[in-house]
Nanobody, 120 residues
Framework: QVRMVESGGGLVQAGGSLRLSCAASGSIFSINRMAWYRQAPGKQRELVAG???????NYVDVVRGRFTISRDNVKNTVTLQMNSLKSEDTAVYYC??????????????WGQGTQVTVSS
């Protein structure tokens, strides 16, 4: 079993910064892609940023240039640095990882979610 534990959410004023972290633990052979998603009230969950095992990144257009995703392949962690936050960034943020638990067996795992609230 694999556990994903997030930390770092909270309340911040518009223009401020927050750093989200997520640590994966358990039966991990390797971690492929890691990502952050978010879900605002009344909206569908959307991809915010993703990062592959070799460090290639992608971002949704509305956060590009403000958010930075990174990972530590030794510690099995993924981080989302969020700068210049806007009220529309308010959402529950979820980390996600594609984990190979043993050769040939791959599963998708999610964190429990952390609330980010940006006040205007």
């Amino acid at each position: 079993q694999v556990r994903m534990v997030e930390s770092g959410g909270g309340l911040v004023q518009a223009g401020g910064s927050l750093r989200l972290s997520c640590a994966a633990s358990g039966s991990i052979f390797s971690i492929n892609r890691m990502a952050w998603y978010r879900q605002a009230p009344g909206k569908q969950r959307e991809l915010v940023a993703g990062i592959t095992s070799d460090g290639s990144t992608n971002y949704v257009d509305v956060v590009r240039g403000r958010f930075t995703i990174s990972r530590d392949n030794v510690k099995n962690t993924v981080t989302l640095q969020m700068n210049s936050l806007k009220s529309e960034d308010t959402a529950v943020y979820y980390c996600n990882a594609g984990v190979t638990v043993r050769p040939g067996y791959w599963n998708d795992y999610w964190g429990q979610g952390t609330q980010v609230t940006v006040s205007s």
